[in-house]
């Protein structure tokens, strides 16, 4: 049975950086998309970004493209979100889902899910 467990947040100034890891036990991830999504307090879930099982597809929420990267190493079972040039409008909990089909996972309509992991971005 997959089972994915998120790591990486934490607290970080304005214009750092973190890099978020999404690591999977239970099931090989090399023929899973992963995408992961950020749900801030009183705010609805959003994705950011998106990658399919081969990594030749990528999607990023417009309002982190340029600083954000997803890239994922099969070999380890982890997909990454590199986070960049990081704002206080980033902070929210990150959760990462896996699922076969990489439209359903990025319109958050299928998948397993992590527990998520928090990010916070302030002064």
């Known amino acids: 049975q997959l089972h994915l467990v998120e790591s990486g947040g934490g607290l970080a100034q304005p214009g750092e950086s973190l890099n978020l890891s999404c690591t999977a036990s239970?099931?090989?991830?090399?023929?899973?998309?992963i995408g992961w999504f950020r749900q801030a307090p009183g705010k609805e879930r959003e994705g950011v970004s998106c990658?399919?099982?081969?990594?030749?597809?990528?999607y990023y929420a417009d309002s982190v493209k340029g600083r954000f990267t997803i890239s994922r190493d099969n070999a380890k079972n982890t997909v990454y979100l590199q986070m960049s040039r990081l704002k206080p409008e980033d902070t929210a909990i990150y959760s990462c889902?896996?699922?076969?089909?990489?439209?359903?996972?990025?319109?958050?309509?299928?998948?397993?899910w992590g527990q998520g992991t928090q990010v916070t971005v302030s002064s």
């Open positions: 990658i399919g099982s081969n990594a030749v597809l990528t």
């Open positions: 889902a896996a699922g076969p089909n990489i439209a359903a996972v990025w319109a958050g309509l299928d998948g397993v």
């Open positions: 239970g099931v090989a991830l090399e023929t899973y998309s």
